[in-house]
């Protein structure tokens, strides 16, 4: 039974709500000052709803991917219904182990969404999703290696990962926020700059984080610079290196439009074309979670 196109589906699924479940709720604190008012219960709301639309997605598709792997290695759907099989997979093999931990996680994470609503909820989730994009590079190459290579392995991919989601998590309750302010910029007044100007600082860390990481797990993985293009997984990487430049393209230039917002009144036209190049980002992002589900899935040697 040929299971590789519902492990990418589930891998790619998986991937982008870790990504909602750390930067969604991560972006009202550092971004939102105390004093906007309304701005900060809007993103509160927000975030909340993203994380109640992410946690059960993360929690699906893991399982899924859980149970395609366990059917990819015997041969027969019929071994989900196994007992002993299911539980010899999940405490007895790495990848099953990386897995039932990160299954634990997202438990928590649910319960940690039956508190009160409000702040203290959005950081028990972040920190679960802190916990979740750290440990994915165990679902990967990095969980297959041994010794400091393995050590280096998670520590970039950690890296890597924890800076896409609070990068990317972060635009989705951002996004709302500008849509309200664009059809109101006269009530906004300050604090679309201000929001701006916060998350843009954050967002210039995490896509040095992203960069940073990424160069250095592709160093990792590929042998040679001939690698690249001469490899399908070398090409993979290309075209990953090709959408993260495109989305710092975007991100610059919406730096740029901030920077000027955060000098004056907030204008409806300005707030509406952040929002736009925004919904881009998080478009082009997810073409990049796809690329790196399948790198998980290529051979860094073919």
Sequence with gaps: MDVFPLIL??????????????????FVFPAVPVWAGAAGAIAVRAAERMVLLALPAALVSALMWAGAALVDITGAPASLADSSLVSGFLLETGFGRAMAFRLAVLVVAALACLAPRGRRRLAAV??????LMASESHLGHPGAAEGARAVMLVAVHAVHGTGAAVWIGGLLPLIVLLDGWAKAPDEAAKAPGAVLRRF?????GAVLMVGFGGSLAAILHIETPAALP???YGRIVLLKATVFAGLVCLALRNRHIALRLARSDARGADLA?????????VALALVAVFLAALLGMSDPQL
């Design 9 to 26: 589906a589930a891998r790619f699924v998986h991937f982008a709500a870790g990504l909602v479940l750390l930067g969604a709720p991560l």
């Design 126 to 131: 972040a920190g679960a999703g802190v916990v």
């Design 200 to 204: 843009s600082c954050v967002g210039i």
């Design 230 to 232: 001469g490899t399908i």
């Design 273 to 281: 074309r952040i929002a736009m190049n925004s919904r881009l980002e």
